[in-house]
């Protein structure tokens, strides 16, 4: 066994050789687009990793043909809604945003909403609909959100804080400050 390729906080998968041997195509999500869009990159022999494609699209199940002439991916392009019922149901569900795939959500003890689309704490406000940035660790991805019941913290997982590839469970209290947490 050798080791091609060790990233900086860069995931690879479904490596696939050139049909020459000379170099790996894969996908890879990095802290450019917060780890939520697979890219295809060049890997080298000697490790260097050269991006292929560069854009906003979120690449899936690449493949290379025989010929090493032709490659096939899946673009992804999820539509995901946040919809809010009234309950007894009584009336028909209202759009509140738009949001992507795996967003998970919980309720604020004063009746507001925190997402984590985008691997990014957000309040949102039922009624209007207007989403709030919950400020947590800049460039790294945050999820899981859950408020506590008395309305004073939302705890979350907040990923390679520092130097670590870890996952971590953090605090914030509700109005978005003193964040509190530790890497292992």
Known sequence: R????????KFVGTPTWLPDGSALLALSWDQSSNY???????ISKSGTLTPVTRDTNDYG????????HLLTTVLNAPRWNLYLMQSPIDSAPRML?????????????????I???DNRLNLINPQTAMK???????????????????????????GFHGDSTDQNIWRVDSAGGNQIGRAH
């Open 2 to 9: 050798t080791t091609i390729y060790s990233g900086n906080r």
């Open 36 to 42: 939520n869009r697979s890219q295809i990159v060049l």
């Open 97 to 113: 945003i738009a949001t992507g795939a795996f967003t998970d959500l919980t309720w604020t003890a004063n009746g507001q909403i």
């Open 115 to 117: 997402s984590d689309q």
């Open 61 to 68: 199940n690449l493949s290379l043909a025989a010929s090493g």
């Open 132 to 158: 709030t940035p919950i400020a947590t660790e800049e460039g790294h991805p945050a999820g899981d959100p859950s408020a506590c019941a008395d309305g004073r913290y939302i705890v979350f997982v907040l």
